[in-house]
Structures are given as structure tokens and as C-alpha cells.
């Protein structure tokens, strides 16, 4: 384990550090910082909506969505799945901080689309121990987005459940493929 008390010194009694690329976000948000500004802005988003997506990054949700900062909460995770975390955080963002739409966003190509719940047994073999959450993978897009869905619209913990629409972000293509839900 290392301590703060073990972490090499630079000669002003910063941490010396290796370029890694957390230090390259650090430097990037000193330049950042440098130049900004507080926009006043409160942590209610201005147009009342969650976006749920996945983690992958070739998703720039704003630039797709033509979003500002400010415009929405977003709520990233591996494969874009409504798990009961996601849940929680739509919770709070509903009942505390008065959004009223959901949009959720899986997209083409996804990795969950190669795992199995083996992911889990391999891990369990490696480390001793089982993972609580399960992978969640999936075959086919379309109907992990109909399930994300239907987890949203029956979650007793929401309230706004009629506006919960859900797609399919295309990689190659940058468009969105809205999902029916009765499919």
C-alpha cells in the first residue's frame, strides 16, 4: 500500500509524478481552470432530461445531441444498461433535481456484444472473489434497449416514466435508430 507519506517529493513538495496520462488531464484542466469563468448555472439540468448511454468513447453525447453544458444530466456505463445503479441516479435526478425525460442510448458495435457472463466466472477464478454485479451482455442491441426500457418505465423509484425513449447510436454513421419498445 502506498501512503502519501511513501509518494517521492518534487523539490517544492509537490508529487513527483512519471508523465502519465492522468497527468496530462491534470495539466489540461490547469489550463482549463486558467480560463474559466462560473457560468451560474445550478445543477438542474435546463431541459429536464437524462441521458443514459454507454461509456464507449467514440459517443460524443453533446456534439451528437446538440447539447450545451447545462442542457441534461448524463449518465454513463458499460453497454448503456439500466442497472440498479443507473436507477439511482435517475431517482435523484427526477425527484431532486426536476428532470422529466429519459433518453437512452446504446449504440452499433458495442463490446458487451462479445462478453458472456463467463466475464464474471473468469474474474471469481483470478481474484477469489465473485463480482456482485453481473455483466448485463447482450446479442442484440435492440432488444438490451427495449429491456433498458421497460426496467425505466417500471421502476417504482421514478416518476416520470411516459417520456422514455430509447436508440441505437451508429458508429460508422454518427445517426441515431430510434428503438419501438413493442417490438
Known sequence: MTTSASIPTGSEGSIAHVDTVTDRLVSANEQYAAAFTDPGMD?????????????????????????ELGDCHTVRNAGGVVTDDV???????????????VVLIHHTGCGLETLTEEFRHDLEMEVGQRPAWAVE?????????????QRVRTSPFLLHTDDVRGFVFDVKTGLLREIDPAE
Not at 439511482?88 to 425525460?101: D, H, N, P, V, Y
Not at 451482455?137 to 426500457?149: G, I, K, P, T
Open 137 to 149: 451482455a447482450f446479442r442484440d442491441v435492440d432488444q438490451d434497449v427495449r429491456q433498458s426500457m
Open 87 to 101: 436507477i439511482r441516479s435517475l431517482t435523484i435526478s427526477q425527484r431532486a433535481l426536476g428532470t422529466r425525460s
Open 43 to 67: 445543477a438542474r439540468p435546463v431541459l429536464k432530461v437524462a441521458v443514459v448511454a454507454c461509456m464507449d468513447a467514440r459517443l460524443d453525447l453533446h456534439a451528437a445531441l446538440g447539447l
